[in-house]
């Protein structure tokens, strides 16, 4: 069965800093990978997505994830936070490569910047 | 930019009582989904839907919960008998038939069970 795990319910970051959100998954197939983010009051957004092409995935506000097969990993990360950038993180994986989709979610992280 | 949306956004009831949310996908969207989040845990995934049909479902969503695409436009979710323990925030979410892995999720209901 498909299991996320996201390692650190808080992160805090200063604004200009790195921001690292850790991924593990557990997939019995290859898988396809996710992060959404959720800002107060809102649903969840897509920031991006790995699907068996490039490792390397660059999402919308400057994120990108890099699928590392041999660590189980897939960790976000912006070069630079910004304040706006404060949300609640979540990474997601799925199976199937056809049809209806079962998202399975990591217990998400919330990322506070500091200024 | 389409965008899924849900009504209400926030019910309270009592327990014992039936409640129907609902959800409107984007417009050329197939599959159907809805997910929940009890405060402070993960987000589950309840049940996906296709073709009229349920495709997948979770342990979860036994015989209180039922699913529906009574017109062209709506996906609903029944809770038939409501416990304390249903109370949380539940998402809608729908994806393209060409691009499945790519889902969007609602605003979200939060449901208070009382």
């Known amino acids: 069965a498909q299991s996320v795990t996201q390692l650190g319910s808080h992160v805090s970051v200063s604004e200009g800093a790195l921001v690292l959100l850790r991924c593990n998954y557990s997939s019995s197939v290859p898988p396809y990978l996710f992060w959404y983010v959720q800002y107060p009051n809102q649903g969840l957004q897509l920031l991006l997505k790995y699907t068996s092409a490039a490792t390397l995935v660059k999402g919308i506000n400057g994120f990108e994830a890099e699928f590392k097969k041999s660590e189980t990993s897939f960790h976000l990360t912006k070069p630079s936070a910004h304040m706006s950038d404060a949300a609640e993180y979540f990474c997601a994986v799925s199976e199937a490569a056809q049809g209806a989709q079962k998202l399975v979610f990591g217990q998400g992280t919330r990322l506070t910047i500091n200024p | 930019e389409p965008e899924v949306t849900q009504t209400p956004s926030h019910q309270v009831t009592q327990m014992g009582q039936e409640v129907i949310l609902r959800c409107v996908p984007i417009s050329n969207h197939l599959y159907f989904y809805w997910y929940r989040q009890i405060l402070g845990q993960k987000v589950e995934f309840l049940v996906s839907?296709?073709?009229?049909?349920?495709?997948?479902k979770s342990e979860i969503f036994d015989d209180q919960f039922s699913v529906e695409r009574p017109d062209g436009s709506n996906f609903t979710l029944k809770i038939r008998s409501t416990k304390l323990e249903d109370s949380a925030m539940y998402f809608c979410?729908?994806?393209?038939?060409?691009?499945?892995?790519?889902?969007?999720f609602g605003p979200g209901t939060r449901l208070l069970v009382l």
């Open positions: 979410a729908s994806s393209f038939l060409g691009q499945p892995t790519t889902q969007y």
């Open positions: 839907f296709y073709n009229n049909e349920i495709s997948e």
